[in-house]
């Protein structure tokens, strides 16, 4: 057994932190071997619910937790941690614009990039879930100038699974038989499901579907997925989104040969602005994640392509007194 | 890569659904390697809310889950299951007294018997979290005449797994470290948490506490435990809820070698009633559980026990009338 393995979560007292924390606890995110603490973060009036979070967790009676520690200060959630799932951002309220959104998200971002910069582990690996996931990041990663921007990055493993999932169905093949399916650009409804580069049973998925199917209901499907759970369950993405978390981490801690999405910073692979948050088909090995090179881009993907990065340019200039 | 098993989850909308079906779904309860069907049951009124579980189960492309269906007919829901988790039963609301609990939930488990024994497999598993758990289990069981009353379980792993970690906690020990702790009697507050059998590094738990730390702070604190959960989170224990049925059912199908807790259709064992559902230390081999033969009880233990089953008569005589 080697030494824990220290993991912040940010937001820890929310629906997707809820979803999370039981999963990491129980070993599904770092395996069955791998002592862990639990550095959870929460909003000062948010404490006493993660008190009972917490009382959950030690209820479980998990070998592998060794420690949790609860608090409202980033520079102690941070300490030492190896790992940062920030998970908590403001959501928008009610006749919240955009910006008002990223501003607000802007503070919360800030503050916490520069305690990771601070306090976290050199080789800290994040992972940014909170909304608008991309920008946060960027803005997180900007506040941290002694970290390696590689260190940071923005979940699309949710609409990469659901990507998965929506082709699976729709193809009645097995999950395991789709590979090199990837989401590029920002987690909003503009990100661009690629299925150019997919395959079914190593054939090309674009053979299997129609490209008007393609074009007309699978990606805007994709691109509405979040709001059509929120209609359907009365409450947005949760457990999904946990899911997708532990997922990525433990690719991006156990390496993934099989082609997954991760918003990574950019240096400008395919043509696209380096220095932005950007999500790309990734493979991982030995904890450092690879945007996957040569993906043919039809003018279809590249028009996708562009759009989703002209939205993360916009983001990025909204927030440019924050970079 | 076997057949898969069938899992039958009721009340799968509810808190604890919700957080035990992403486990079952990843592959936490019955390995990585076992492909399942999942058979969610639910109320009329909850089958929109179970519909948006289900998109989220979707959205997480597990490879396991080969096909999930809905419905609000228990018939349905139990066909050809092999395990069948009855989560949801009747909360206790404003005004209800214990009768009323026990008649509205009476009439739940009663369709739930008479559907498991008319349509599940016969070597079917059932455990029954929803409270009164034994009671609502004993119902089941008897109106399932056809199938082996050792088939039927109610959970008192969530209470074992508390006690596990205070006793942990106060003796600064690893969980691993404590052995043959179990839980006898009723899921309530009588339920004995029993320190006499169990060791800590091999050495009697109770040569590392005080008697009347066990007695007066430790036992009462597992029996009231729901309750400070619920003052702390404003809700009650779901998340580790459905980490004690996950666990129970593993160590049912995959066996368990330490003693753990479950109530079991008692034959008489420890001179209790038989007939009852009765929470005994017990191991599990093969699928099938036992319990622990020759446990030391002293006359404070068996003070205790006889109280935890004079509260299981009462309930019993309460629904006699459905037996």
Known sequence: ???????????????????????????A???????I?????????????LRGVVMEVEDCAFPLVKKVITTDQPEVAFEGVDIAMLVGSRPRGPGMERNDLLAANGAIFTA??????????????????????????????????????????????????RAVAQLSHKV???????????????????MFPDLLGATINSKPALDAVSQAWYEEDYIPSIQQRGAAIIQARGSSSAASAANAAVEHVREWVSGSER?????????????????????????????????????ELNAFAQAKIKATEAELIEERDTVAHLL
């Open 1 to 27: 057994m080697s030494d824990p393995v220290r993991i912040a979560v940010t937001g820890a007292a929310g629906q997707i932190g809820y979803a999370l924390l039981f999963r990491i606890a129980s070993g």
């Open 29 to 35: 995110m770092l395996g069955n071997d791998q002592d």
């Open 37 to 49: 603490e639990l550095k959870l973060l929460e909003i000062s009036p948010a404490m006493d619910a």
């Open 112 to 161: 916490q990039g520069k305690a990771l910069n601070d306090q976290a582990a050199k080789h800290v690996k994040v992972l940014v879930v909170g909304n608008p996931a991309n920008t946060n990041c960027l803005i997180a990663q900007h506040n941290a100038p002694d970290l390696d921007p590689a260190n940071f990055t923005a979940m699309t493993k949710l609409d990469h699974n």
């Open 172 to 190: 009645q093949a097995a999950v395991g038989d789709i590979e090199g399916l990837a989401i590029w650009g920002n987690h909003s409804s503009t």
């Open 259 to 295: 082609v997954t999405s991760m918003g990574v910073f950019s240096k400008g692979e395919y043509d696209t602005t380096d220095g932005l948050i950007f999500s790309y088909p990734v493979t991982v090995s030995n904890g450092v994640h690879k945007v996957v090179e040569n993906r």
